[in-house]
């Protein structure tokens, strides 16, 4: 069974960065769709980024274009979210997620199967 897990969270001033990985073990990630999501406190969770397994095509929500960046690595077996000009509202558990049903990704959460345990963000001065 495909089995992912988060890092690279933690505390970073508003303006920061911080990149997190997503790696992912028992299968290839190719087979896979996998979107970032976002559990910010007193808020659903909500998709934010995602790839496509056919041809690496990308999505983004409103609330991070222009800011965040999602890409593949086939050789780590790992997908990362590199995140930039990071906002307090920002703060949050990013989740990593898999869809091997559907042929474009989207950030609907019914449609990934497979979830790691979430890294936290925080972003606060």
């Known amino acids: 069974q495909l089995q992912l897990v988060e890092s690279g969270g933690g505390l970073v001033q508003p303006g920061g960065s911080l990149r997190l990985s997503c790696a992912a073990s028992?299968?290839?990630?190719?087979?896979?769709?996998i979107g970032w999501f976002r559990h910010a406190p007193g808020k659903e969770r909500e998709g934010i980024s995602c790839i496509e397994r056919r041809d690496g095509s990308t999505w983004y929500a409103d609330s991070v274009k222009g800011r965040f960046t999602i890409s593949r690595d086939n050789a780590k077996n790992t997908v990362y979210l590199q995140m930039n000009s990071l906002k307090p509202e920002d703060t949050g558990v990013y989740y990593c997620?898999?869809?091997?049903?559907?042929?474009?990704?989207?950030?609907?959460?019914?449609?990934?199967?497979?979830w790691g345990q979430g890294t936290h963000v925080t972003v606060s001065s």
């Open positions: 028992g299968y290839s990630l190719n087979y896979y769709n």
């Open positions: 997620a898999a869809d091997e049903t559907y042929s474009y990704c989207s950030g609907v959460v019914y449609r990934y199967e497979y």
